[in-house]
């Protein structure tokens, strides 16, 4: 059965925006740069390649290993915050 404490609504709250703000960082990464602006970005280079296929190929990846850590380090403060934290064994 659901909670109907204030505190657990807010904790869900924060969480969907936390979820919310990295996974419109993943969508721009992964289709807006990635696929729908590469032809634009392709006119700058980066290493010598062009900026479209390095984020498509190798920058898109780089993100997504920042959003699982910022993930991981945002819940763990969230967790704190609102006093939710797993307990260790």
Do not use: T
Not at 46 to 58: K, M, S, T, V
Not at 73 to 81: A, G, Q, S, T
């Amino acid at each position: 059965m659901a909670s109907s404490k204030p505190s657990h609504h807010r904790y869900w709250r924060a969480n969907l925006l936390v979820l919310g703000g990295l996974l419109a960082v993943w969508f721009l990464f992964s289709c807006v740069l990635s696929i729908f602006l590469v032809d634009w970005l392709n006119q700058f280079k980066l290493g010598g390649f062009p900026l479209g296929f390095w984020i498509a190929q190798q920058g898109a990846i780089y993100v997504f290993i920042i959003l699982i850590v910022a993930y991981v380090l945002v819940m763990k403060k969230l967790d704190r915050k609102f006093d939710v934290e797993e307990e260790r064994e």
